[in-house]
């Protein structure tokens, strides 16, 4: 019972949005980088912008907005005490990840293969301002990849959970939390993609 | 208390908001495809803040939460503000 009277949730979550805002300091130097470059080369930015594929970049948005959607029904779901719905959605939500990241791996792959990666022969004889846009594009994008890895990563542990009753509809602060780092990710896509798919 | 507990967000406001960001990622790759010039990225930006604001405050609970939130929130994105401001200063008056 000690444990139970110990619980702070407003805390617990006060905690985990100063982390979030971390992170969005984080990324808003990545955005600052790219804004800065943009406006010295916007040409070369629009031009590189354009080989991207506006097909996965737009799939993919789609599949991150979807998946947040899953993820905020998963906690109402539990609060109300229906648990089977929240292990489908956050399974539901594991699999949007695992299909954000093969759509990337093709993106990756198919950039590579033209020999498109940060210090390749073919792109260091290129525009200065196209190297830059493709340097920025493979660290920003790798990193929030990699936030999409450890995004998962926290919602299979929180099915695990949720399955064993340890996350129930008294106690839901965990499911949350890995929620809010869910939507967090959700969010900086939502920057990532007009920014590096859609300029002109 | 109510807030300790948690305010249960109906099924149907999450929807809405997750078809209002649906048609709001169409509007932003149809208007990217028109040539607006320099204004295309105002508009690029202007509806990924509003979007960003629809995950916030709904997905993300912000709607419900406590004043002081929403205080942290704002002191966060004003911190980045002052981050983005700075660096045009010294980038445009070089």
Redesign the interface.
Known sequence: MSSEAHKDYAGAKLGMWLFLFTEILLFGGLFILYAVYLFFHPKDFAEASNELSLFFGTLNTVVLLTSSLCVAVAVSALQKGNRKLTLILLAATVGAAVLFLINKFFEWSDKISHGIFPDSPILTERVPGEVVFFGLYYITTGLHGLHVLIGAGLLIWVFFLVRSGAVNEKDFVTLENAGLYWHLVDLIWIFIFPLYYLIL | MD??A?H????RT??F??IT??VL?LT??LV??M?LGPL??WV??G??CF??GL??F????MQY??L??RA??FV??L??AI??GL??FD?LYR
């Not at chain 2, 709904?58 to 609970?61: A, L, Q, R």
């Open positions: 807030l300790e948690g249960i967000v109906p099924y999450f929807i908001v997750w960001l649906m990622t932003t790759v990217s495809r040539d295309n990225i690029a930006l509806i990924a979007k960003s995950v916030i709904y997905f993300m609970h939460e406590r002081i939130f942290y929130l966060a994105l911190i980045l981050f983005i660096t045009f980038v």
